[in-house]
């Protein structure tokens, strides 16, 4: 892929936060109600695929339901129309919750304060924990919704609840957009304008004091599992070793370690990639874990 087509996928996006800043009325303080995807969409991802479905009891196999956590711009039916099919297929109870909205942008979610969206994502995991009658839930997300949750397990009690965490392309420690952050200081008012009306995108800039927060006294927490994969064409979260976790319990992938011309940027990655959907699994379910390798995109 040519420099400047890989550069212009985040400045699209860095366009698009602007634009949607700019029209957003201001995010409210206070935490928002659980929200619930449409029940026409819930109903048609539920019919052709299986996932949210709310009677769903986890097998011996696979004893753990599964949360999707999309990313930013993403929801919950969009993000996971690959990985949710993938994973019912093979016999996981898996769910997907909306978080992050912004009061009259409707589809586009995710730009919200992140402390808040893991609160959302709190609630939601009891709620699945409930219908399933399980005791812990395994977390996939992607790109911010790889590192949101490490907010919900550090600080909200989610440690408890939650057996794995498994990120495609997390922003664990931000991103500069391939240095296009750096350019923020040489517009006046701009980065006041994401921080106030698109918190969300704001909270990912590296060295954001939410994510200083966050990654203080260690990466990782106690008795939870994290699985981070990568790929090396991520021109999204940059650079894409930033994704990486330290810690115990930690393993770091990167995609093309595993297929040398697997060519998947941020958004394959976690939108079609059956490469790392395939390693997702080997995450979910290490006991039964298979080489993940080129030929995975088959499997």
């Not at 009259?104 to 959302?120: H, T, Y």
């Not at 060295?207 to 203080?216: P, Y």
């Not at 370690?257 to 997702?280: K, P, Q, W």
Request: glycine residues 10%; proline residues 8%; charged residues 15%.
């Amino acid at each position: 892929m040519l420099p400047w087509k890989r550069a212009f996928g985040p400045l699209a996006a860095l366009l698009l936060a602007v634009s949607v800043a700019t029209t957003a009325p201001a995010v409210a303080t206070t935490p928002t109600a659980t929200p619930t995807v449409s029940p026409t969409a819930v109903t048609a991802a539920a019919a052709s695929s299986g996932w949210n479905n709310y009677s769903c009891k986890p097998s011996t196999a696979h004893p753990r339901p599964v949360v999707l956590v999309h990313g930013t711009f993403g929801n919950s039916v969009d993000n996971w129309l690959g990985l949710a099919p993938y994973l019912v297929n093979r016999g996981y109870c898996v769910f997907s919750l909306d978080y992050g909205q912004l009061p009259g942008v409707p589809f586009f979610n995710g730009l919200g304060p992140i402390d808040k969206s893991a609160e959302q994502l709190g609630a939601y995991v009891d709620r699945v924990l409930t219908a399933t009658g399980t005791s812990k839930v395994d977390i996939v997300g992607h790109s911010q919704g790889g590192m949101m949750p490490r907010h919900y397990l550090k600080f909200l009690g989610g440690a408890a609840k939650v057996n794995a965490l498994v990120g495609l392309a997390p922003d664990n420690h931000g991103t500069t957009l391939l240095g296009l952050t750096k350019l923020l200081p040489h517009f006046p008012g701009a980065e006041d304008l994401l921080t106030e009306k698109t918190p969300g995108l704001a909270d990912q800039i590296a060295g954001s004091a939410f994510l200083t927060k966050l990654n203080a006294g260690g990466d990782t927490v106690p008795g939870v599992k994290y699985t981070v994969i990568a790929t090396r064409y991520d021109q999204v979260v940059t650079p894409y070793r930033s994704q990486f976790l330290s810690g115990p319990d930690v393993r770091n992938v990167t995609l093309q370690d595993l297929c040398a011309v697997n060519i998947s940027e941020h958004l394959a990655i976690g939108l079609i990639d059956r490469i790392a959907f395939h390693e997702v699994t080997n995450a979910l379910d290490p006991g039964r874990a298979t080489p993940t390798t080129c030929a995975s995109v088959i499997g």
